[in-house]
């Protein structure tokens, strides 16, 4: 099956122009959407065992530990990689994982191992 990329292309234009009414966001979010897809590719090699936790959750359990309380030269990429799981997770499964485990920070090498 060849994918009709034009079309794919005009379709998230045109709900774009008709949904954000500001050509500054536009702009963002269609940035937002390159940088997210470039993170996919990685994110979409990932074991499904690595993908299958709540981000949110470890968003959150990072607050309370207070990971983020300095500023993160990476902050911005650590968002994009957050939602391109999301999305990824989405995309392999169908929905968002809620209240998974989350794996334990201290841990050694807890990413690689799954």
């Known amino acids: 099956m060849e994918l009709d990329y034009k079309r794919m292309i005009k379709v998230l234009q045109i709900v774009s122009q008709r949904e954000i009414d500001d050509e500054v966001l536009l702009e963002r979010l269609f940035s937002l959407l390159t940088d997210i897809v470039n993170s996919l590719k990685e994110t979409l090699s ?13 968003i959150d359990r990072g607050e309370r530990e207070e990971w983020w309380s300095s500023p993160m030269d990476y ?8 939602l ?3 999305f990824a997770q989405i995309l392999k499964f169908g929905k968002l994982f809620k209240n998974e485990k989350v794996p334990n ?5 807890w990413w690689e191992k799954n």
């Open 84 to 86: 391109a799981i999301q």
């Open 46 to 58: 990932y074991s499904d065992d690595k993908l299958r936790y709540d981000r949110k959750r470890w």
């Open 75 to 82: 902050e911005r990429e650590s968002d994009i990689e957050t």
């Open 105 to 109: 920070r201290l841990e050694e090498n």
